[in-house]
């Protein structure tokens, strides 16, 4: 272990371009940060690139580490870096491991289950109502939650778990004190109270669509299990995918219907032997938290009763609604139908209900939150 | 020597009356006209020198002073033509002053002495009528135009040698030299009522929105169509003016004012008696929408007076000029202001606007759609919050399967016969409710006017209560909820408000609901 102050190291991090082996290189030459920076010259001619010099130079001029060091800790940012011995284990054992990080909030517990959730940006309905339940039953579980913060799948299942009281955590592309989207800026503060936000880019930095990639390996660094929840054939879900099988860690994907083009990622990743996961205790059982009998146990009796009570479309109609209004929710479904298709189902039945009469009824189940609308479409509240 | 004609002339669709005064006096040999003339009146006395000249009459060679009168309002156009020809030769004694006592001329001359159309004409032979004034002498061509006006003699002349010689006739002989124009109104207004070629019977599936069609065209509710591209929302469009219904005479003589100033009512077209119904292009400019010119002219806003206004690809219209509805929408006129004076345009019109959800056009089929949200916010963030809140129903036309596509069962799908006599029913307990008003349709109902017209029962004001609390509506959303189910009440035959009629009323809101207000989904 050498004698390098944190700041140093910080300063080290900082650089534009500055990556792992780069860094070791020069550490084991000049033995410490400090005497890379003191010796900017010798230590430039190191570093492969004219760009990486020109920054180490740069950077070697500008303003003194401490103080730039001082200023982030000042603004609730912490540090680590490879060397130190507070850097994350899961981290450490990735193939290509990031030089350093950032994180406001605090970095997962690593004795704690950890679970990401990632998925399509514009995802559907079913994604969106399948992100929500895997998100809370897993931070209502204690597994922690980890994605990348963005609209769609990976916001959704972090703010649910953040709901039912668990801990989240974001990789981000950027900075970290850069929200991105800007959308999400609720779900930004919030994970930094109740999980935390994470960067392997130092803070400032702009979110680039070409940093997103190399972010995408930090999720799965982070997890234990990577669930795929809606994906299309060719998608920057499959990225994570990839990392996560070098990483090792175990994969599950949602099954999708087949003629969704949302779910062909998922249903391709199921063929090629990803984990099927049907609920959030296929997750807790490969985790080790429910034990096999239970799990099983649950899938004869209870779970037909119990869990699917909160699934969409497992609404009892009967108690509730009238004989025409069970024939109106019945032709629903998670997919949002228009007016048409929902009249033109009803007829297949065999039943003739006129137009105004269906949307009464329509609105009716809205208001008794059944039901919900959708750009003029209407389909099953979960 | 002097004489004095009268004429006319329009500002805007108003219009006024002018004498033109003609005085021939000794001096050196001139043509001068005052009377703040604008340059293309001005070239009026070179016409008419010409004119008269191919006609086999010599200007005297004296000083010859035209005064168009007001002189305070500045006058533009060509109208004036004739009755300056007639005012010289009465200044010269060729024509007897009382020959041309109480009588209108209007005309604009060709170099042989043939007279031109003009514009205007129906404006300023309704003021002449009001003024007392019972025969005019137009251009033939405007003759049917202004033969409209019950109670004015309307005489169409070719030339001005015909016009010479028809004032120069005694007036109990005048009939046999040229009869006065006359024009069958009923038969116009038969013809106009009759439907035009596309049926509603032509639109397999689309049922959702051929109900607020009907609806729309009842109450005269504005209307937005959200659909993927092919969904058939511009045939739906063009077959809205067959069930509205027909335009009244009064109505009718509006449209026609506009159409007049315009130049656009043509000889065989002496009266526009169907709706309009204008479509432009999305590339159309502000003035051309709106009206302009130094002389402001109609923009397409005031010749869908009355009419039906279709803004196909609503985003795609610039929005600046989209903007500019939002005054004509409150004020059902256009106030257009020029140095020169303002003057002001009718612009009530039926707003009919199609748009995509998405750029792509899928939204929300996400099987098709890969707009991001930020995407599709941007697209529809190109139409203005203020045009969607004046758009009372807002419904989606889904895309049509191949089945219904080759639906062949005619009997199936109604006729546009059938929905208007719903519509017309419905415009009838209007009338009948709005009497003694201003209102016409429900769609003019202000918040005042709901209170008074459309009080709901107390389950139904809890009912709506309800709505808005879990559907999350704006305010805004609540009087444009009961004004449209004040419409269906009316197709239902029903004078009270029910319940049925609010929850059809909210389903043609919830559309934008989730379009426009920008929230996410249920669990963002």
């Given amino acids: 272990m050498n004698k390098d102050d944190r700041a140093d190291l910080y300063w080290l991090y900082a650089i534009p371009g500055m990556g792992l082996k780069t860094a070791e290189r020069l550490l084991d030459t000049f033995g410490s940060a400090a005497q890379i920076r003191k010796n900017a010259k010798r230590a430039a001619a190191l570093v492969g690139g004219e760009a990486g010099r020109q920054a180490l130079l740069a950077c070697a001029k500008s303003d003194h580490a401490e103080r730039t060091y001082e200023k982030i800790l000042a603004r609730g940012i912490r540090f680590t870096a490879f060397p130190l011995p507070d850097y994350p284990e899961k981290l450490r054992r990735i193939p290509d491991p990031p030089f350093g990080i950032t994180w406001m909030g605090s970095l997962p517990d690593e004795h704690l289950p950890a679970v990401a959730v990632v998925g399509a940006r514009q995802c559907s309905e079913y994604g969106r109502c399948l992100a929500a339940h895997f998100g809370a039953d897993l931070g209502a579980a204690g597994v922690q939650v980890i994605s990348g913060m963005a609209v769609g799948i990976d916001g959704i299942a972090q703010r649910n778990a953040l709901q039912a009281g668990g801990k989240s955590f974001a990789l981000l592309g950027g900075g970290v004190d850069i929200c991105y989207p800007q959308g999400n800026r609720d779900l930004y503060d919030s994970l930094r109270e109740n999980g935390g936000v994470i960067a392997e880019r130092p803070p400032g930095t702009e979110p680039l669509r070409q940093y997103f990639p190399a972010r995408n390996r930090l999720i799965s660094a982070f997890c234990d299990i990577l669930l795929v929840i809606e994906a299309r054939q060719r998608s920057g879900t499959l990225i994570t995918v990839d990392m996560a099988l070098e990483q090792g860690r175990d994969v599950f994907a949602v099954p999708g219907r087949v003629t969704d083009a949302l779910s062909v990622g998922c249903n391709n990743l199921i063929r090629q032997g990803a984990g099927i996961a049907s609920s959030a205790e296929d997750l807790l059982y490969a985790l080790g938290m429910k034990n096999s009998a239970n799990h099983v146990e649950k899938d004869r009796k209870t779970r037909s009763k119990k869990t699917d009570q909160r699934r969409p479309g497992a609404f009892s109609p009967g108690a509730v609604l009238t004989d025409e209004e069970a024939a109106v929710f019945s032709a629903l479904d998670l997919q949002p139908r228009s007016l048409d298709e929902i009249a033109g189902i009803i007829a297949a039945q065999g039943r003739h209900i006129p137009l105004p009469l269906l949307m009464e009824h329509l609105v009716d189940l809205c208001v008794k939150r059944v039901v919900r609308e959708e750009a003029g479409r209407f389909l099953l509240r979960n | 020597m002097y004489a004095a004609v009268l004429s006319g002339g329009v500002r805007g669709v108003t219009s006024y009356l002018m004498k033109v005064e003609v005085d021939v006096s000794d001096g050196l040999p001139s043509f001068v006209m005052v009377g703040y003339v604008s340059g293309d009146t001005k070239e009026a006395g070179e016409r008419v020198r010409v004119a008269l000249k191919n006609a086999g009459y010599r200007m005297p060679p004296a000083r010859i002073t035209v005064n168009l009168s007001p002189a305070a309002i500045r006058k533009e156009g060509v109208s004036v033509d004739l009755p300056i020809a007639v005012g010289l030769l009465c200044a010269m004694g060729e024509i007897s002053e009382a020959s041309i006592r109480d009588v209108l001329i209007l005309g604009e001359l060709g170099l042989d ?162 709706r309009p119904f204008l479509s432009p292009h999305h590339t159309i400019t502000e003035a051309a929408l709106c009206g302009g010119g130094a002389s402001p002219r109609p923009g397409l806003i005031s010749l869908a007076h009355r009419g039906v206004l279709f803004l196909d690809e609503l985003p795609e219209f610039s929005r600046a000029t989209l903007d500019l509805l939002r005054q004509p929408l409150e004020d059902k006129r256009v106030q257009l202001a020029r140095t020169t004076g303002s003057c002001t345009y009718p612009a009530d019109f039926q707003l009919l606007a199609a748009m995509n959800p998405c750029p792509c056009g899928y939204y929300p089929d996400r099987n098709r759609c890969r707009c991001s949200d930020h995407e599709i916010r941007k697209y529809l963030g190109r139409v203005s919050g203020p045009i969607i809140d004046r758009i009372d129903i807002c419904v989606e036309a889904p895309r049509l399967s191949i089945g219904d596509l080759a639906q062949e069962k005619a009997g199936d799908n109604e006729s546009s016969a059938s929905i208007r006599a719903r519509v017309l029913a419905a415009r009838d307990r209007q009338k009948k409710r709005f009497a003694g008003t201003k209102l016409r349709f429900n769609a003019d109902m202000g918040p005042a006017d709901i209170r008074r017209f459309c009080p709901l029962g107390e389950a139904e004001e809890q009912m709506l209560a309800g709505l808005f609390r879990s559907m999350d509506l704006s305010a805004r959303a609540y009087h444009r909820i009961i004004k449209v189910a004040r419409t269906i009440a009316d197709l239902d035959g029903s004078d009270r408000i029910e319940k049925r009629h609010l929850t059809e009323a909210a389903c043609y809101r919830m559309t934008d609901s989730r379009y426009w207000t920008g929230q996410g989904g249920a669990y963002e």
Avoid at chain 2, 165 to 192: E, H, K, Q, W
Avoid at chain 2, 232 to 242: D, L, N, T, V, Y
């Fill in chain 2, 113 to 274: 002495g043939e007279i031109n159309r003009i514009r205007g004409t129906l404006p300023i032979v309704t003021k002449a009528l009001e003024s007392g004034i019972r025969t005019c002498i137009l251009p033939a061509d405007n003759a049917d135009e202004g033969a409209v006006v019950r109670g004015m003699r309307v005489i169409g002349v070719h030339s001005v040698q015909e016009a010479i010689a028809y004032l120069s006739t005694p007036a109990s002989d005048r009939d046999a030299v040229i009869p006065p124009a006359v024009i069958d109104l009923d038969a116009l207004f038969r013809t106009g009522g009759e439907m035009t070629g596309d049926d509603f019977a032509d639109i397999n599936g689309q049922i959702a929105v051929k109900r607020a069609a009907e609806v729309a065209a009842a109450g005269f509710h504005h209307l937005l169509l959200i659909g993927p591209p092919g969904a058939g929302k511009s045939m739906i469009a063009k077959r809205m003016p067959g069930i509205l219904p027909p335009l009244s005479e009064e109505e009718s003589l509006e449209v026609s004012a506009v159409y007049s100033v315009s130049g656009l009512l043509n000889a065989r077209e002496a009266l526009i008696t169907r």
